[in-house]
């Protein structure tokens, strides 16, 4: 597509409920990123693709996150039982490989209540 | 530990002036690259400008300009003739080369006053 597409734009769960998220690069871009906006802060690494290598999990905040990206593509990212602080706005980027800049999607502003 | 400090959380500037918003950075590596990321309320992040530490010249792209300082770890945007559609926050990103995390300051908000 032309851009990075996130979807749904805003999520309201109740606290316990597994989300899904998804992310839609820009084709022919082989990174995907995901970061985490929390309110004052400012982004927070969670987790890289890059083609079919094993993808680096190091930012994943706890074992109830996770992420898969299919057929190098789409992006989803799981937050099971989901928790208060758990709310944010979750960004997603791709990029070619080297360091020209990310292309950030429109993210998903998540509320936990 | 590699950072990004923006110590300005908020500035505004009249339009058509100029405004400065200060970066400095933590790192013992000698090869990197700077961002500067714009997001408006529509929460999109836009790539305002880029550096690459080995280049001594500064980038420009259109009105945004940047003093990068290597030996004093500083990388300040500057927005010349301030638009209203500046109004966003700012941030100031880094990243090792041959790496693909990017370490972002916690942004600063600008207002651009008609």
């Known amino acids: 597509g032309a851009g990075v597409s996130q979807s749904p734009s805003n999520k309201v769960t109740e606290k316990g409920k597994d989300v899904e998220l998804r992310c839609d690069p820009i084709?022919?871009?082989?990174?995907l990123y995901w970061y985490r906006q929390s309110l004052g802060q400012g982004l927070e690494f969670l987790i890289y693709?890059?083609?079919?290598?094993?993808?680096?999990k190091s930012g994943l905040p706890s074992d109830r996150f996770s992420a898969e990206r299919t057929g190098g593509s789409v992006s989803t990212l799981t937050i099971q039982r989901t928790q208060q602080e758990d709310s944010a706005v979750y960004l997603c980027?791709?990029?070619?490989?080297?360091?020209?800049?990310?292309?950030f999607g429109s993210g998903t502003r998540l509320t936990v209540v | 530990a590699q950072t990004v400090t923006q110590s300005q959380p908020e500035m505004s500037v009249q339009e058509a002036e100029t405004v400065t918003l200060s970066c400095t950075y933590d790192?013992?590596?000698?090869?990197?690259?700077l961002f500067w990321y714009k997001q408006p309320p529509s929460r999109q992040m836009i790539l305002v400008i880029r550096?690459?530490?080995?280049?001594?010249q500064n980038a420009t792209e259109n009105r945004f300009s940047v003093n990068f300082q290597k030996a004093a770890k500083s990388f300040s945007l500057k927005i010349s003739d301030s638009q209203l559609g500046d109004t966003a926050m700012y941030f100031c990103?880094?990243?090792?080369?041959?790496?693909?995390?990017?370490?972002f300051g916690t942004g600063t908000r600008l207002k651009v006053l008609a």
């Open positions: 990103a880094f990243t090792p080369a041959g790496t693909y995390k990017y370490i």
């Open positions: 980027a791709s990029s070619l490989i080297g360091a020209g800049g990310y292309t």
């Open positions: 084709s022919g871009h082989t990174a």
């Open positions: 550096q690459e530490a080995y280049k001594q």
């Open positions: 693709f890059q083609g079919n290598s094993a993808p680096d």
């Open positions: 790192t013992s590596e000698n090869n990197y690259y």
